[in-house]
T-cell receptor, first 110, second 112 residues
């Protein structure tokens, strides 16, 4: 079993819909990252969080440490949000390495 | 700032050939990482470095070597290329281990 599981693997939605992507992990962590991989391949960090909630524009990331679960929400989705969204965790404090999920491919249809 | 740059963008190698993937960052970051990304799989860490002169193995180091002679550069060397090394390779850097990682644009490698 992977340490980091994402769901769904693929998601197709209409423009304007509210999107939720989930990430579950099985180990203790010091931080969780959400990244976006554009269709051309570029990878951009969206959020790094260790508790609570962060918001940037139409993107919101939440984490529940007790339940070992994080969600990434996109409000008023737009075709330019189409990308692969990747969850990654830093296992324990002082660890230099990230463990990555396999990603959720999001497609927003106009 | 250019951020993290990688060269080449794309390369085809024959089995047994060797090559070096270049990675440079201009953000004065201490930490640098090499990942590979295979279809349907998460990014896997090959090697990382916590500063000039210090490198360590990641999850999948076999068949690769690295060096870190300067803060800016972290080249990845493939010796005796094999078809299993066909992948997309990403270099990343961060100021500290706990901070956001910045990724390069990737190098697509095909070994035939």
């Amino acid at each position: 079993k992977n340490e980091v599981e994402q769901s769904p693997q693929n998601l197709t939605a209409q423009e304007g819909e509210f999107i939720t992507i989930n990430c579950s992990y099985s180990v203790g962590i010091s931080a969780l990252h959400w990244l976006q991989q554009h269709p051309g391949g570029d990878i951009v960090s969206l959020f790094m969080l260790s508790s609570g909630k962060k918001k940037h524009g139409r993107l919101i990331a939440t984490i529940n440490i007790q339940e070992k679960h994080s969600s990434l929400h996109i409000t008023a989705s737009h075709p330019r949000d189409s990308a692969v969204y990747i969850c990654a965790v830093r296992v324990d404090f002082g660890n230099e390495k990230l463990t990555f999920g396999t990603g959720t491919r999001l497609t927003i249809i106009p | 700032n250019a951020g993290v740059t990688q060269t080449p963008k794309f390369r085809i190698l024959k089995i047994g050939q060797s090559m070096t993937l270049q990675c440079t960052q201009d953000m004065n970051h201490n930490y640098m990482y090499w990942y590979r990304q295979d279809p349907g799989m998460g990014l896997k860490l090959i090697y990382y470095s916590v500063g000039a002169g210090i490198t360590d193995k990641g999850e999948v180091p076999n068949g690769y070597n690295v060096s870190r002679s300067t803060t800016e550069d972290f080249p990845l060397r493939l010796e005796l290329a094999a078809p299993s090394q066909t992948s997309v390779y990403f270099c990343a850097s961060s100021l500290q281990a706990e901070e956001t990682q910045y990724f390069g644009p990737g190098t697509r490698l095909l070994v035939l």
